[in-house]
Nanobody, 125 residues
Framework: QVQLVESGGGLVQAGGSLRLSCGFS????????MAWFRQSPGKEREFVAAIRWNNLSEYYADSVKGRFTISRNNGKNTVYLQMNSLKPEDTAVYYC??????????????????WGQGTQVTVSS
């Protein structure tokens, strides 16, 4: 059974930075994809960033491009989301997601079978 656990959320001032972590276990292949999504009250869950484990290709939503960076530490079975220049509109619960295979629809929530519990990120004005 695949398990994902997020950490690193918290309260930060606008313009500041946070680094989220997602530890995972239960994978037997290295061609999977992992991603970060976020959801704020009254809004649908939206894509933030994704990384392919086999070739390290990175994908970003336009709203975070140039500010957020997704990366991984293979030895630690961990994926990270470095968030810089944070804005109040970045406030949301951030979720780690994973699936066995890359799909061209990586920006859809339905492309991911496994999800973490989420970690709250609050950016104050």
């Amino acid at each position: 059974q695949v398990q994902l656990v997020e950490s690193g959320g918290g309260l930060v001032q606008a313009g500041g930075s946070l680094r989220l972590s997602c530890g995972f276990s239960g994978y037997t292949f290295s061609n999977y994809i992992m991603a970060w999504f976020r959801q704020s009250p009254g809004k649908e869950r939206e894509f933030v960033a994704a990384i392919r484990w086999n070739n390290l290709s990175e994908y970003y939503a336009d709203s975070v491009k140039g500010r957020f960076t997704i990366s991984r530490n293979n030895g630690k079975n961990t994926v990270y989301l470095q968030m810089n220049s944070l804005k109040p509109e970045d406030t949301a619960v951030y979720y780690c997601a994973a699936d066995q295979f890359y799909r061209s629809t990586y920006y859809y929530t339905t492309s991911y079978e496994y999800w973490g519990q989420g970690t709250q990120v609050t950016v104050s004005s």
